[in-house]
């Protein structure tokens, strides 16, 4: 089956409305308290057609054969925390891999001259996701909030649905 062009989606996690929304602070890596979809945003290259960034029950559409390129990332524009997403697991299992990205570089607006940014070079990942036959799959992620320092503030579970259809072409 050829490869088609990937498709990306960006999960946004309200991180303040999140910490603000639990007490306690879930601590414990073992029992991770399962993020509310109220906090999270999806963007998605091909959004379903009813569909909003705000979701009660967090699902993606995908066609077999096409690869599905995620990102998590948090709201923090002052930097207070890191999302950090760890472990993921697919009933049934689905194929899942870590991309890790070196050296990319990324253009950095400067106050003085915003018309003339500099690069900075960074290091980045993003999970890859792809099936090449149709089917329903529940995935789960492990998420940690941390502090700027990488200390962990809290332990959640992140629970998608994905629906595989048949090639359409």
């Not at 379903?48 to 995620?70: C, I, K």
Request: charged share 15%; net charge negative.
């Amino acid at each position: 089956m050829a490869t088609e062009k990937p498709e990306h989606v960006v999960l946004i996690v309200d991180t303040q409305g999140l910490l603000a929304s639990l007490d306690p602070l879930p601590g414990n890596p073992g029992t991770p308290v399962a993020l509310n979809p109220r906090h999270l945003c999806i963007l998605h290259t091909r959004a379903e057609p009813d569909g909003s960034l705000l979701v009660d029950s967090p699902r993606l559409t995908l066609e077999a054969g096409t690869p599905l390129l995620l990102r998590m990332v948090p709201v923090a524009l002052l930097g207070e925390e890191i999302l950090f997403s760890h472990s993921p697991a697919s009933a049934p299992p689905l194929t899942i891999e870590l991309i890790e990205q070196h050296n990319l570089r990324l253009a950095r607006p400067e106050a003085s001259a915003p018309l003339q940014p500099s690069c900075r070079e960074v290091d980045d990942y993003h999970w890859h996701l792809h099936s090449d036959h149709p089917g329903e799959f529940k995935l789960t992620w492990q998420v940690m909030l941390l502090t700027q320092g990488c200390e962990p503030l809290a332990y959640l579970s992140l629970h998608l649905d994905l629906l595989v259809t048949a090639p359409t072409g």
